[in-house]
């Protein structure tokens, strides 16, 4: 099959740019965001953490803050009012007579202002028996290493959630014969890397929340968190019996990191308890950087074989997972590592890929765009370029040959093998991309710059990865065709029941789309109810690339039964069979005679609305893919890398709207992505045990002023996830990035270089200056 | 010297006067002037984030100049004009161009801190009507976005400036070259999910 | 932000005046803010301000002036004017660059030239939010360990740090010995100038690194984390050496003062006094009562810690030197007090604490004193035979008695002392070997009476010591009388306190006491009689070794300074301090090789000198703490390349002064001085320019940054100016780079050798060694864009 021979079909809304719902409320400034929101009678939450990565509180006197005036409640380990765990299988309490790591909670204190509540914090005085550290997965494992948890013997996470893996844990790629395939191999080569300086996703809006306790075990929570229905899931597992109602508003980034919001939740929550009245917790951006969740930290020892056609013929491996001192939904991210290192080595018949989870006292790992699988990536893609500069490839040949086509099996985060049905143009994107930043010409072979300018060397890399989660988690939804009630030309609207966060990916809008599709309405007539888990049909909301998949084919099929009803309706009353029907503009109208219409909301029951209900059920067999290469020039003098061009390829299947998947695939590059590669990481200072970089000086992310040009190859060749074609981008535009990059550095300089970030001095290092 | 008892604040074109002190409603000499437009006001479309001055979303004009208002104490700013997002809009000429710029272009993700970028770049417009690229990236080297809607700030900006030729970001879609297509694609391997009554989960 | 009071300056006179009178509170001046502000929110600083005088008001401080070639810049003058001043931007680009890259425009938009030039530094540590945890008390905040030492210090100094005050272990020293400058010399290869070092506060070494109790170990920083640097092995190693070389170092004075001064006592301080005295000039007389000087070094500390031939062999040297001593004279006796000040300008009076005091118990007269006992050994080795010894005293001098009666052959030997094991004022080490060597620690026991029979001796009854300290930590012991206890023994040695044998002071001769010891003023050991001194334990009661070297050279420097001459200033280093990146790391310290306990004996010394090779690691182990920040500010290297003036409301101040004299800029200001203005020549015929290689280009502080101003003529560069930011604590000039280059053709050699310049003393940290290479880079690019 070609891809000139797929018809594109030409949508009314569908793959046009409809400017987002809360577009003006957003450049205005009146678009709302949870600090902006306030509660009668709130207080605000502070909490004490911990400056040591490992100690036993011996003694703690909250005394003074007590007096102070304004303070309304201070609670420690000693007088937590009921004992709410933490983690994923529960392996802690929130708070404990030990700390586990720099910023940890080690008292929660509600007053009446935020500057009494701060002032609070320093008046508890706690003293500290410092513990011995491990600051890494490796270090955790070692015999005679320092215990954290009781849960964990040798600090090793088990592998026990059900959640993540309904037939039992799986955290091993174990297929073929790993020794046949290596005798197969004409290269082999193997490598230890680390991807270990657990960046920071760094959303800009800090986490925060408000809670309120509503009397028994009822609480309703106000969060920045952008999945409402996840947060309820995890604190309902936390505190127990509870019912928890999550509300939310706009969210102010969180690329995954931003759902469950744990530890600030469970603290206000035990505030609001204690208090009986309202408490907002908001995080600092000190806090946000030193204390909160980050992307795991990942270590690989792997052997790659490859036979002369360039195929992989045998992988054997070990995966350590640093988790930091919180375990949470680290064992998905981690089945989802393993799952998308299959994609991307595909035509692989031998396998033993093995995993292993650490707890350490570095701050918690958590849900970050890529889970788990751009953590693996980084590391593999090393190794990968290792064995391919063996052999001598081409790396966009290797990857071409080895990604997954439709039929190829693979093992989901599931633990079940699921068989691809996705597109067979991903070869073709990855060459569309290849071609834009001209790598027939700049690909010099390995370690070669491409132009050398004084002390000024280009050179270009490339990665690629894929992700089987579009079609992740089960949601539902309803779409009701809502009479007006007033007004001489009465027609509709439509309303869409679905529990959708907004956090910048426009899901609710498309959301809107989608069902003004389906209906065939104007999209400004269709709105979406707010947010919340109460008053919702379930659905997980924008986590992962999913966002428009799942919710789009729960909204399509709903669209379609209100659809459906309404020619149901017509039918009877048209006197004709309901395929002769179609709807336009809440009317519905004879298709061959379109002047015979009738509008809706003369045919529903008076005052009622029509109503469908549609759901997605959970599945993996349609993996996506992006291809990103990547052109930097490196000062051979300073090891300075500019970052001068990305180009990113992908087969999208069906856009749902031009511009919003042109940010999503810009946007791969943000949240601790392909900087992560120059100079984006969190730097924890052994010696104390604290993250240097606490603050957004010492934290370097990308300013305006320095972003490369962005060139995008897109295909559409409607791929049948649901109703409308598309394959999600989100998750995976970026996650190859990282690799990439270290591939170009490498060929500009003449040398491999293997650690992440490449910072000036790895780079100098690498070429042997320093 | 001056111990200030009391000062004025034009904040978006109405003039507010405040006690200086530590009672009730007073602002206190350490209160920063986002504090006082945010919690104070209720203009919340500048967002206190770093709260260090080093990521714009609390930017503001100050007499024709963004700053950030984390960094300046209201106590400071007794005297000045102060504009924030929300002034930015008039009442009856609607949105102002870089507003209605950023919705024709997208120019914004989560939108957290596109009041700072727009803030900054008006800022820049005052005063250059037509700046260069580099001028409008460097002007904005200040704000910080993490869901990357760079590209599209950029392209919205260079537009109203009328800056040909200044795209950063280019899409090519492979579908533009497809000619007289045969219509729908075949499915190769049909799933037993697809339809979306059946998961995965209930397999067993 | 926590609540401060906050005040408009209407002028800089008006701010002084302010700063002036309010000397009592708490005040910050804040310029634009930008950096203030930040240290304020993050509460930093233990100090915080109740008060912020603004000076932004200062609506006259806001200019750019160009009269002439002068250009002189109000100090309230915003970068962002600066950056875009076209003007600057075509007399001195160097300042307008410096001024653009400094953070971002809205924070241009709002700092000040003035406060940038005073901003303080980025340093991570320095800067690490209280809210997470706590605040880091590092050195440069008074505290004592620089973390970056050990942490990670990728954007710290290459050249070194700076000190911040004297170091934990300096300031324990009672002689104030700069460890940190004589460890560093050590790791320089540089065993003489080590020994200077040390000489300038104890000119005995030898003897107290194996004497003294040195407690400096106790302060020592490594302490926080592993093991203390072993202060007294390498001193020990540097006491040796200045032994071997005695002639070079108790050299005789080339000129003689003609002045003359008696010391009466041979002890520590008595030496130390001489030392100095003699090396000034003076004709000095040692008067002594014993046959052979070094009084309690010689007649109490038992030979197996300090063999006698080390206080011989100094003896000798200090005879070489011209000292004099006049042995088996004792004052009172054969030489009255009155009679010495008669016959010499000054006398110093060390006549140490010999006697034994009386604790008042039953059959006290029946038990011997300790400090006798050890003299006596010393005349008398092995005469006395005991079988089951008592040891009273829980100090280094009952430690050497329960030491050498062991090894004298008794078959047991127990010490019962008041204070609990870890009160206990003697060593650890010392009670380390007592217990090694089988000698039973009995802690918590004061002594009831003791069990004789006639002159026979059965034992003693012990009474259960409570407590040693009242809460004032004064000695006061108070004891649980029901509980007591019985040891038996058949000797009883008393070794807890000793008195000061103050008969030789007549009914006449009038000279003020204190609880039984001479009175002396503290810093100058000045008797109540002028032109008398006095000094060690005779002043201070039973005391180390190295406190009674302290009041010896306390007093030399006070005759000194009454004979007119000034002491000469100690040693200080010009420039930066440095440590070993590597030897830092280590967490193990040296050990002592010590004989095994079955081939000690008493005559020989126990332990031994460490070598070079161990001695050289030991001092690697030292962190020379002081403080290895770097300056932040990117303006202040552009000024001291311009040559630019500081002007305050005091005075005008040279920038290069301004910015490197001290840690910090601010601090070359008086509490109440503020700088009001910035002012420069523009150098004419000169190509300037600003070099910042940072991590972004926005946002972030120079890595490393370059200042320059060149002028070439005739193909030939004819002066240079190279100032290098965010490599040292200050501001650097890269003076060889500048001679390199100057009188030369630029040229691609030239621009490899002027950067291999710039580096010269570099002595980069663990993490940093890369910013080396980046001074190199923007050094060579900018030789090679010369034209």
Redesign the interface.
């Known amino acids: ?1 070609k ?6 079909p030409n949508y009314r809304h569908v793959g046009n ?1 409809t ?2 719902k ?12 949870l ?2 929101f306030s509660l009668p009678q709130m207080l605000y939450g502070k909490i004490k ?4 990565p490992h100690a036993k509180i011996t003694s703690i006197d909250t005394d003074k803050a007590l007096k102070l005036e304004g303070v309304r409640a201070v609670i420690t380990h000693k007088n937590m009012p009921q004992a709410w765990g933490l983690g994923l299988p529960v392996h802690r309490l929130l708070m404990e007579a030990k700390v586990y790591h ?2 940890d909670v080690v008292a929660l204190i509600a007053a009446d202002t935020l ?1 009494i509540a ?2 609070a ?2 008046l508890i005085e706690v003293e500290y028996e410092e513990l011995e550290p491990v600051f890494s997965a490796e270090e955790a494992f070692m015999e005679g290493a320092p215990q954290l948890y009781d849960r964990f013997p040798g600090n090793h996470v088990d592998n026990g959630i059900k959640y993540f893996q ?2 039992g844990p799986w955290w091993q790629i174990i297929k073929g014969d790993v020794e046949k395939g290596f005798s197969e191999a004409d290269f082999i080569a193997s490598d230890k890397i680390k991807f270990d300086k657990m960046p920071a ?6 986490p925060c929340c408000i809670s309120r306790h509503d009397g028994g075990d009822e609480y309703t929570v106000w969060a920045s968190s952008q999945s409402a229905h996840i947060m309820k899931l995890m604190a309902e597992g936390r505190i127990p019996n509870s019912n928890v109602s999550v509300k939310t508003f ?6 995954g990191n931003k759902q469950s919001l744990m530890t600030t939740v469970l603290s206000s929550c035990m505030l609001a308890l204690q208090t009986q009245r309202p408490v907002k917790i908001v995080l ?4 946000q950087l ?2 909160y969740e980050v992307r795991l930290g990942s270590t690989i020892t792997a052997k790659i074989g490859m036979n002369k056609e360039g195929f992989v013929t045998a992988v054997e491996g070990d995966w350590l997972v640093d988790t930091g001192a919180i375990a949470d939904s680290v064992q998905g991210q981690v089945g989802v590592g393993l799952g998308e290192a299959q994609i991307v080595l595909a035509k692989c018949k031998n396998w033993f890929m093995d995993s292993h989870i650490a707890v350490t006292n570095r701050q918690a790992a958590g849900i970050v765009r890529g889970y788990g699988g751009q953590e693996l990536n980084s590391c593999l893609e090393r190794l990968l370029c290792a064995v391919m500069k063996e052999g001598n490839f081409d790396p966009l040949d290797v990857f071409k040959k080895n990604y997954i086509s ?2 190829d099996m693979f093992t989901w985060r ?1 633990g ?1 093998t699921w ?3 996705s597109s ?1 143009f991903f070869k ?2 990855m060459q ?1 991309a290849a071609d ?1 930043i001209g790598w027939s010409l700049k690909w010099k072979g390995w370690n070669k710059p491409f132009a050398v300018n004084g ?1 000024k060397a280009r050179g270009v890399g490339m990665g690629v990865i894929g992700n089987a989660d579009i ?1 992740e988690d ?1 949601t539902e939804a309803i779409v009701r065709i809502v009479p007006d009630l007033v007004g001489g030309k009465r027609a509709s609207t439509c309303i869409i029941e679905c529990d959708i966060t ?5 899901t609710r809008s498309n959301a809107c789309k989608i069902a003004a599709e389906v209906l065939n309405v104007p999209y400004e007539k269709v709105s979406i109810t707010e947010p919340g888990t109460k008053f919702n049909p379930s659905n997980y909301g924008l986590c992962g690339s999913r966002g428009v998949i799942t919710t789009g ?2 909204i399509s ?1 709903a669209a379609m039964e209100a659809k459906k009803k309404a020619l149901d309706y017509a039918s009877l009353y048209f006197k004709r069979s309901a395929d002769q029907l179609d709807t336009k503009d809440f009317m519905v109208y004879v298709r061959d005679t379109p002047n015979l219409s009738v509008p809706m909301f003369k045919l529903g029951p008076k005052e009622l609305s029509i109503v469908g209900y ?8 349609i993996p996506s893919c992006m291809a990103v290469f990547v052109e930097v020039e490196v ?1 051979l ?4 890398i500019a970052l001068c061009r990305i180009c990113g390829g992908a087969d999208i299947g069906q856009i749902i709207d ?3 998947l ?2 999503q695939i ?6 601790a992505c392909v900087d992560t590669a120059i ?1 984006e990481e969190n ?6 045990g ?1 993250l ?7 934290y ?19 791929i ?3 109703m409308f074609k598309a394959l999600g981008i989100g998750e995976i535009s970026g996650a190859a990035g990282a690799s990439a990059v270290l591939m170009a550095v490498s060929n500009a300089i003449g040398a491999d270089v293997k650690e992440y970030p490449a ?3 790895v780079v ?2 690498a070429m042997g ?2 | 010297m001056i111990k200030k008892d009391c000062i004025v604040l034009s904040i978006n074109g109405r003039k507010f006067k405040f006690s200086v002190g530590t009672g009730f409603g007073d602002v206190s000499p350490s209160e920063t002037l986002t504090h006082t437009l945010r919690r104070r006001l209720g203009y919340t479309g500048s967002k206190e984030s770093c709260d260090a001055g080093a990521c714009g979303c609390c930017a503001v004009i100050a007499d024709g100049e963004a700053i950030a208002s984390c960094m300046a104490l209201t106590v400071e700013m007794d005297g000045k004009s102060i504009t924030t997002i929300e002034g930015l809009e008039d009442p009856i000429e609607g949105l102002d161009p870089i507003q209605q710029a950023f919705i024709d272009e997208y120019s914004f993700q989560c939108g957290y801190c596109t009041p700072g970028i727009i803030m900054v770049a008006k800022a820049l417009f005052m005063s250059n009507p037509h700046p260069t690229a580099n001028e409008i990236s460097e002007a904005l080297s200040g704000n910080y976005c993490r869901c990357i809607s760079q590209y599209t700030v950029l392209r919205a900006l260079n537009k109203l400036a009328g800056n040909e030729n200044a795209e950063l970001a280019t899409f090519t879609r492979a579908s533009d070259e497809v000619e007289d297509p045969i219509p729908v694609r075949q499915e190769l391997y049909l799933s037993p999910y697809a339809n979306g009554h059946v998961c995965a989960h209930s397999l067993d | 932000m926590k609540h401060f009071e906050y005040m408009q300056a209407e002028s800089f006179a008006d701010a002084a005046a302010t700063l002036k009178e309010n000397t009592d509170h708490r005040i910050s001046v804040m310029a634009g803010g930008t950096d203030l502000l930040g240290a304020l929110k993050e509460d930093i600083l233990e100090d915080y301000p109740e008060t912020v005088i603004g000076l932004k008001g200062i609506k006259e401080a806001d200019y750019i002036e160009f009269s002439g070639d002068t250009v002189e810049i109000g100090a309230m003058t915003r970068l962002s004017a600066i950056a875009s001043s076209d003007e600057i931007a075509a007399r001195a680009p160097i300042l307008a660059e410096a001024a653009y890259s400094v953070a971002t425009p809205i924070i241009r938009n709002v700092a000040t030239i003035g406060g940038n030039v005073c901003q303080d530094v980025r340093c991570w540590f320095y800067r690490y939010p209280h809210q997470i945890g706590e605040r880091f008390d590092c050195m440069r905040k008074g505290g004592n360990e620089c973390y970056a030492i050990r942490g990670d210090n990728r954007y710290h100094s290459i050249f070194g740090g700076m000190k911040t005050h004297a170091t934990p272990c300096e300031v324990e020293c009672p002689a104030a010995t700069d460890i940190p400058a004589y460890m560093e010399r050590m790791r320089a290869g540089d065993i003489h100038a080590a020994a200077r070092i040390i000489m300038e506060a104890n000119p005995i070494p030898m003897i107290t690194s194996r004497v003294c109790a040195h407690t400096c170990q106790e302060k020592c920083n490594r302490n926080n984390t592993d093991e203390s640097v072993a202060i007294h092995l390498v001193e020990r190693r540097i006491g040796d050496y200045i032994l071997e070389h005695a002639e070079e170092f108790y050299a005789p004075p080339t000129a003689e003062t003609g002045k003359s001064a008696a010391l009466v006592g041979s002890g520590p301080a008595g030496l130390a006094a001489a030392y100095y005295l003699r090396s000034a000039g003076h004709s000095v007389t040692v008067i002594d009562s014993q046959e052979e000087p070094g009084g309690m070094l010689t007649y109490a500390i038992p030979s197996y810690r300090l063999p006698k031939h080390y206080v011989k062999d100094l003896a000798d040297a200090y005879r070489k030197m011209g000292v004099k001593f006049m042995m088996n004279t004792t004052i009172g006796k054969d030489i009255s007090a009155e009679e010495l000040e008669k016959r010499y300008d000054k006398v110093f009076l060390a006549t140490g604490a010999w006697q034994r005091p009386v604790l008042g118990f039953d059959g006290e007269e029946f038990t011997e004193f300790g400090l006798q006992f050890l003299k006596e050994v010393k005349q008398w080795v092995g005469k006395k035979e005991r079988q089951n010894v008592l040891v009273v005293g829980g100090g280094n001098v009952a430690m050497d008695v329960a030491v050498t009666a062991k090894r004298l052959g008794a078959k047991s030997v127990t010490l019962a002392c008041l204070e609990g094991k870890l009160e206990m004022p003697a060593s650890a080490e010392e009670v380390a070997r007592a217990v090694e060597e089988g000698v039973t620690v009995m802690n918590g026991f004061g002594v009831s009476r003791l069990l004789y029979d006639g002159e026979k001796i059965n034992g003693m009854e012990l009474v259960t010591c409570v407590s040693v300290f009242d809460q004032n930590g004064r000695f006061n012991p108070t004891y649980d009388h029901d509980s007591k206890t019985v040891v038996e023994a058949d000797s009883v040695l008393v070794a807890a306190g000793q008195k000061a044998d103050l008969s030789f002071i007549e009914e006449k001769y009038s000279i003020a006491l204190n609880r039984g010891l001479i009175k002396v003023d503290e810093g100058t050991q000045k008797t109540s009689r002028s032109g008398v001194f006095a000094g060690g334990d005779a002043t201070t009661g039973p005391a180390t070794v190295i406190k009674a070297v302290r009041t010896g050279r306390l007093a030399a420097e006070a005759i000194n300074r009454e004979f007119g001459i000034e002491t000469p200033k100690r040693f200080s280093k010009p420039g930066f301090i440095t440590y070993d990146t590597e030897g830092a790391q280590n967490g193990t310290a040296v050990r002592e090789r010590e004989l095994p306990a079955a081939e000690r004996s008493l005559e020989k010394e126990d332990s031994f000198t460490i070598g070079g090779e161990e001695c050289l690691t030991e001092a690697k182990r030292c962190m020379n703490c002081g403080c290895y920040s770097v300056n932040a500010s990117d303006i202040s290297p552009a000024l001291i390349a311009l040559d630019a003036e500081i002007v305050t409301t005091k005075r005008t101040i040279g920038a290069d002064a301004f910015f490197t004299t001290k840690l910090e800029a601010r601090d070359m200001l008086d509490r109440d001085e503020l700088v009001v203005s910035i002012r420069f020549s523009v150098p004419s015929g000169f190509k300037m320019g600003y070099k910042k290689f940072r991590v972004r280009n926005a946002i972030d502080f120079a890595i490393v940054s370059l200042a320059y101003l060149y002028k070439v003529e005739a193909g030939k560069i004819t002066d240079a100016k190279l100032v290098l930011g965010g490599v040292a604590p200050t501001p650097i000039r890269a003076k060889e780079a500048e001679s390199a280059m100057i009188g030369q053709a630029p040229s691609a050699e030239l621009a490899g050798k002027a950067a291999e310049s710039a580096i010269e003393g570099a002595a980069v940290m663990k993490d940093n060694a890369y910013k080396v290479q980046i001074v190199r880079a923007l050094v060579k690019q900018m030789v090679a864009a010369m034209r």
């Open positions: 099959m891809y000139r021979d797929i018809r594109q740019y400017p987002r809360e577009a003006k409320e957003i450049v205005t400034g009146k678009a709302l965001f600090d902006d953490r911990s400056p040591y720099v910023g500057e701060t002032e914090v320093s309904p037939d996703p760094l959303a800009p809006e800090t706009n969210v102010g980034g969180s690329y600092t951006k000190p806090e030193t204390s439709p039929g599931d079940r068989k691809s049905r067979l073709e994107s569309g834009l002390s079609s089960n907004e956090s910048g990916m426009g084919k729960a099929n549609g759901k997605h059920m959970e599945m993996f067999d000062d003098d300073t090891g300075h031009i511009k919003a042109e940010m810009e946007g791969g590059i943000g949240s100079f730097i924890l200072d052994r010696a104390t604290r240097l970089s606490s603050s957004l000086i010492d370097k992310w990308r300013p305006f002023n320095e972003f490369p040009a962005y060139d995008s190859y897109i295909m559409e060749s409607q049948d996830s649901f910072t000036p001095s100098l290092k200056k320093i």
